[in-house]
């Protein structure tokens, strides 16, 4: 039988272009934005940023 691994997490809007992910069983959180490029917050966390550091981490 395989192992199956769950990870749950949250994404809550924070506004216009921007948020905040938590995920269970993590105590701290990380907001969010849209990249500037796409008129977000300059100096955040970006989607983008997370799918290039989950690929990293492989």
Do not use: D
Request: proline share 9%.
């Amino acid at each position: 039988m395989e192992a199956q691994h769950k990870y749950r997490v949250n994404a809550i809007c924070a506004g216009p272009r921007k948020g905040v992910v938590q995920a269970e069983g993590v105590l701290s959180s990380i907001s969010f934005s849209a990249p500037p490029e796409f008129l977000g917050e300059p100096g955040r966390w970006t989607p983008e940023h997370f799918l290039v550091a989950a690929v990293a981490s492989w």
